[in-house]
């Protein structure tokens, strides 16, 4: 058995315990004790705990440790005794070696296991050796007997009761009360065990797993029991880690949080992420032991040799410093190590929160705000604290923290203030008399002014957190307490804000909805305006935060609501809530009973799919109502259609034809377009003016190009724009005369193929076309070049004026549109070329000419005229008259006779 662990434990572990709740085991600073490299020291552990209580100890068993001072044993193995508050061991000494009279050893202590087992009772220490090997009649004869010492002060008594050969060997040993030493195990020896409830660990336990397969996982079974030595069916902990061993060691602890109910630790020396080993706190209620650990202790010490197997040996139920509250020790065996953990001194608190009054009228204005004289509807918040904890302070230091408005996250939507600092947050340091009466303090709180938030329905939460100042409660070995997780933490009450809405202040709206579209179909392709009429009525009593939300399909737009005076009028925006999109209109805070909404809300359909049949608009009214706070919901659905408006039109150019020409003679063989007489030009264009898109049409052109058996026109080519194809049934240009290219556009050319007759006089050209893909407002055009045969036109036809009619006819064959039914647009044209002939007949001098000559003629003559008055050609010579010189010179005379 050397070297090895030795199948010396048993798979059936029992333990007594009464049922408990755990959660206080200080894991931040244990107290923690190193044996000998390779002792095994840890393997066994208890308590040592004299009547005096002036030394408590822990005492730890090393089997496998080498303490002998003769050279002939190996491994006897020791007990140690460490002080639980230092981390030095002493090792305690039982027995010395024993020789007959011939001086032959009667005993044989190499590898004995001596302290595989340890336990006392406070006043004893028993340790035993499992292991140990006793001759009666010399060296050749060995028995392995066992044995066990009960040490008292410096008195050591051995007890082999096996030495007799009844036994092969001595299992670890108890003692029980009335000074009766028992081994082998709980209840085996007189069979005087009080046992209330019974825990039994089958560590190699196997649980088939959610995927069918088995898993060692362990388990322990809980009989609960009913009195005497029956128990009830058991209950059974089953471990979650494989190959951890859970259920290797059940110890019980106590009553470790003071609840009442005792606690039991189950460990899986195995478990935990480095399989360095955990130790399961189980709290107890009066069902038995909660399956859900409170606490779970890791092992955090390794070994480099062997597992640690943290938890393979443990024991508790013991005050080893004395603070009122049950303490455990793990032993870790693998790593040589032993662990105290002291259990926290545990402090229930008792909180108590109370707002007067709990119904609010924002009408009762009773408080002024400090340093105005705004009036403002207030309450009174009243927070009170009690605590009681063993082993804890006299007086206890807790900070308490208020926040108003809790379901409300954000500061600017909170609805009250505390009234001195007018913020939604308090924070207060208070001390608590342990043990003794409440410990209260008071606020005033404000309510803000409806104007400033919607919500009058949510209750006004107050909350109240607190927490101990632990550095101030620590014990003088800086032991932390610690507050009972059973409690909450904090306290919530809640305040409403009146409403007119009875005297149980619940609002029951009855809210009611419909709706009706003014389009009674839309079409695909179109932008389509369409207008919902809302009609939204409350019949119950007060709905606040009312709201209409719409949910448009992904194909609408929302551009705005009507205004009107019949209409009322409503305030709507988008909103985008669990990645829905909709529309959110007000209704009213309150929509009070009676109230009846009309409205009109506009939006715009557009990017259809071809997979879709029809549009719906989802309506409801939403309020914050604790009861009947939604309307049904209503639907607005709005059939799709399909409409193609598709047209065609042709123009000629030129339009007339004037024949002969001048100065221009046909030349044989012709060489060029030039050489064939004048150029006639046909254009064509086919317009989807939608709104819905076209897939496929046909368009069919006829031409007439021989009539009475002589060449009409001769066709040189024909030209398109899009993705147009197009075939005939004779040859373009078949002298091969050379055309000017026109750029943009596809040039085609056609082979010969049968000729078809429109009639018996007049033979046409029939160019037949498939059309593609035809949007909206998208043109396919056509392009068609005619030059007339000059001989034909001048001789057969000479002096004659005829018409020459070319026909062009569209036939829609499909549209895109899957799932809806649609009618096939379909029209034609007709393209006409006047031909005119002129003859030569005298033509009368224009008036024109006759009103210039007159002028000019009449230019000329004035012109003379001047030329000759001023060359005086029109004044004349004349005799002097005698009688007029008479007079003259008498004049002078008959004036001067006057003056004498």
């Not at 949910?551 to 305030?571: E, H, I, M």
Request: aromatic content about 8%.
């Amino acid at each position: 058995m050397a070297g090895g662990l030795p199948g010396l434990r048993p798979l059936l572990l029992a333990a007594l315990v009464l049922r408990g709740g755990a959660f206080n085991l200080d894991v931040d600073k244990p107290s923690v004790f190193s044996g000998p490299e390779g002792s095994y020291f840890g393997f066994s552990v208890d308590f040592f705990m004299p009547p005096s209580k002036v030394k408590s100890d822990v005492l730890i068993g090393a089997p496998r440790a080498n303490t002998s001072s003769s050279s002939s044993v190996v491994e006897r193995g020791a007990v140690f005794s460490c002080p639980w508050s230092s981390s030095s061991c002493q090792e305690l000494q039982f027995d010395n070696d024993r020789t007959n009279a011939d001086g032959v050893p009667m005993e044989f202590k190499s590898k004995q296991w001596f302290g595989a087992s340890v336990r006392s009772d406070g006043e004893h220490i028993l340790a035993c050796a499992p292991l140990y090997q006793w001759s009666t009649y010399g060296v050749s004869e060995r028995e392995p007997v066992g044995t066990c010492y009960l040490k008292k002060g410096g008195t050591v008594v051995e007890y082999s009761p096996c030495r007799s050969g009844l036994s092969s060997s001595m299992i670890p040993g108890s003692i029980v009360k009335n000074n009766r030493v028992v081994v082998g195990g709980p209840g085996s020896f007189y069979w005087q065990g009080d046992l209330v409830d019974l825990l039994v660990g089958a560590p190699l336990f196997m649980d088939r797993g959610s995927d069918g397969k088995l898993r060692e996982v362990g388990q322990v079974s809980v009989y609960l029991g009913r009195g005497g030595f029956s128990f009830h069916p058991p209950q059974m902990l089953t471990g979650s880690e494989g190959y951890a061993r859970y259920g290797s060691a059940i110890t019980a602890l106590g009553d470790l949080d003071m609840d009442g109910y005792n606690d039991v630790a189950i460990s899986a020396p195995y478990g935990g992420p480095d399989r360095h080993g955990l130790v399961y706190i189980h709290n107890g209620r009066p069902q038995g032991p909660n399956p859900t650990p409170s606490q779970v202790l890791q092992g955090k010490w390794a070994s480099s040799y062997m597992p640690a197997s943290f938890g393979y040996s443990m024991t508790g139920n013991t005050d080893i410093d004395q603070n009122g509250y049950p303490d455990l020790i793990v032993g870790v065996f693998g790593a040589d190590k032993a662990v105290l953990y002291r259990a926290r001194p545990v402090i229930s608190v008792n909180a108590t929160l109370e707002m007067t009054p709990q119904i609010i009228n924002p009408e009762e204005k009773n408080c002024t705000l400090p340093g105005t004289s705004t009036q403002v509807s207030c309450f009174k918040v009243k927070y009170c604290l009690k605590a009681s904890g063993l082993g804890a302070p006299a007086f206890l230091n807790f900070r308490v923290d208020l926040m108003l408005d809790r379901l409300k996250q954000k500061e600017l939507t909170k609805r009250v203030l505390f009234l001195h600092s007018r913020t939604f947050q308090y924070h207060k340091n208070m001390t608590v008399a342990n043990g003794r009466g409440l410990a209260c303090e008071e606020q005033h709180v404000f309510l803000r002014d409806d104007r400033e938030f919607r919500d009058k329905i949510t209750p006004i939460s107050v909350a109240m957190e607190y927490s101990l100042d632990y550095q101030q409660a620590a014990d003088k070995t800086g032991l932390l307490p610690i507050l009972d997780t059973s409690a909450p933490s904090n306290v919530t009450k809640q305040a409403h804000i009146l409403l007119d809405c009875g005297d149980d202040n619940i609002c029951k709206p009855d809210l009611k909805l419909s709706v009706t579209s003014d389009r009674d179909q839309i079409y695909i392709g179109d932008d389509n305006a369409l207008t919902l009429e809302v009609s939204a009525e409350n019949q119950g009593e007060g709905a606040y935060e009312a709201e209409l939300h719409v949910f448009p399909p992904q194909q609408a737009d929302f551009t705005g609501v009507v205004r009107s005076q019949k209409l009322s009028r409503l305030s709507c925006a988008y909103k985008k809530e669990n990645q829905t999109k909709m529309v959110v209109c007000d209704l009213g805070n309150p929509m009070k009973g009676g109230t009846k909404v009309l409205a009109e809300l506009r939006f715009s359909v557009h990017q259809l799919s071809e997979e879709d049949t029809s549009v719906r608009f989802d309506l409801q009214i939403v309020s914050s109502n604790q009861f009947d706070n939604t309307s049904p919901r209503v639907s607005s659905i709005t059939k799709l259609a399909v409409l193609a408006r598709v047209s065609i039109r042709g123009s000629s150019s030129p339009g007339q034809v004037l024949l002969p020409i001048a100065n221009w003679k046909p030349k044989e063989p012709p060489v060029g377009v030039d050489d064939m007489g004048p150029q006639i030009l046909h254009v064509y264009e086919l317009l989807n003016s939608g709104p819905s898109t076209v897939s496929k049409a046909s368009l069919e052109v006829l031409w007439p190009y021989e009539y009475k058996n002589s060449s009409l026109l001769y066709i040189m080519s024909y030209e398109t724009d899009g993705p147009i194809n197009c075939t005939t049934v004779i040859e373009i240009n078949p002298l091969n005369l050379s055309v000017r290219q026109t750029e943009g556009r596809n040039r085609n050319h056609v082979r010969r193929r049968d000729l078809e007759s429109r009639d018996s006089q007049t033979k046409c050209l029939r160019l037949s076309c498939q059309v593609g893909r035809l949007e909206r407002k998208k043109y396919k055009t056509s392009l068609l070049t005619h030059t007339g045969h000059n001989k034909t036109l001048s001789t057969e036809n000479q002096n004659r004026s005829y018409v020459v009619r070319a026909t062009a006819t569209f036939n829609v064959t499909e549209m895109p549109y899957k799932n809806l039914v649609s009618e096939l647009p379909s029209n034609s044209t007709t393209v006409s070329v006047s031909v005119m002939w002129v003859v030569d007949t005298p033509q009368p001098v224009p008036g024109w000419v006759v009103a210039l000559a007159v002028l000019a003629g009449l230019l000329l003559l004035a012109l003379l005229i001047f030329i000759m008055y001023k060359l005086g050609f029109f004044k004349r010579v004349r005799p002097p008259q005698e009688d007029c010189t008479e007079k003259e010179q008498l004049q002078p005379e008959e004036n001067g006779n006057t003056d004498s």
